[in-house]
């Protein structure tokens, strides 16, 4: 991983904002750090909702359990 990168773990991508905001709102009740990024996809903003920012991957495996456990699937991504 480069210096000063960052891993996240993406739970959700929707083409809608409310549908974003309204799985970080479930996600917030049990996890810390959740936040929406928003990328450009074909001309179209796709906002994706990401769990914390970990210098590992070792770091997030506790968070990935956590989110396994609660229902939420889950993939790392580094930024």
Same mark, same amino acid.
């Given at each position: 991983? %480069?210096? $000063? &990168?960052?891993? +996240?773990?993406?739970? $959700? %991508?929707? *083409?809608? @904002?409310?549908? %974003? /905001?309204?799985? *970080? &709102? =479930? @996600?917030?009740?049990?996890? +810390?750090?959740?936040?929406?990024?928003?990328?450009?996809?074909?001309?179209?903003?796709?906002? =994706?909702? *990401?769990? $914390?920012?970990? =210098?590992?991957? %070792?770091?997030?495996?506790?968070?990935?359990?956590? @989110?396994? &456990? /609660? $229902?939420? /699937?889950?993939? =790392?991504?580094?930024?």
């Amino acid at each position: 991983m %480069a210096t $000063g &990168a960052t891993i +996240s773990l993406q739970v $959700g %991508a929707f *083409r809608e @904002l409310k549908s %974003a /905001a309204d799985l *970080r &709102a =479930r @996600l917030q009740e049990k996890f +810390s750090d959740v936040f929406i990024s928003t990328v450009d996809s074909g001309g179209e903003p796709l906002y =994706r909702v *990401r769990v $914390g920012h970990f =210098r590992s991957e %070792a770091e997030s495996d506790t968070t990935k359990s956590s @989110l396994q &456990a /609660a $229902g939420f /699937a889950s993939f =790392r991504v580094t930024d």
